[in-house]
Nanobody
Framework: QVQLVESGGGLVQPGGSLRLSCAAPRTIFRRNAMGWFRQAPGKEREGVSCITAFDNTFHANSVKGRFTISMDNAKNTVDLQMNSLKREDTAVYYC???????????????????????WGKGTLVDVTS
């Protein structure tokens, strides 16, 4: 069974920063679009940031300008740098992957939360003073 492993969550004050990392098997990393999704208490899971290539990324409006998704081909990791964190960013963050579909960019994958093929177990980000 494919396993995506997240790390880097924790407790942070508003305005602070955290960096999440997702390690994926090499075969999954190379063939899939990857993304970060989150689920806050009582809310639906939503796409936050997705990436199909190192220079092809998408960020939801709620995090644009504050979060940055990147990939490291040598380490087979997808990172999410989160700056200027707000209380409303509090959620469990999940790494996910889906086999790339020709002709579609990263926004397509972030919009299709229920179509993602592979999931990590999640890591909690708690923004509180």
């Amino acid at each position: 069974q494919v396993q995506l492993v997240e790390s880097g969550g924790g407790l942070v004050q508003p305005g602070g920063s955290l960096r999440l990392s997702c390690a994926a098997p090499r075969t999954i990393f190379r063939r899939n679009a990857m993304g970060w999704f989150r689920q806050a208490p009582g809310k639906e899971r939503e796409g936050v940031s997705c990436i199909t290539a190192f220079d092809n990324t998408f960020h939801a409006n709620s995090v644009k300008g504050r979060f940055t998704i990147s990939m490291d081909n040598a380490k087979n990791t997808v990172d999410l740098q989160m700056n200027s964190l707000k209380r409303e960013d509090t959620a469990v963050y999940y790494c996910a992957g889906r086999r790339k579909v020709v002709g579609y960019g990263p926004e397509y994958y972030c919009a299709g939360v229920y179509e993602m093929n592979y999931w990590g177990k999640g890591t909690l980000v708690d923004v509180t003073s």
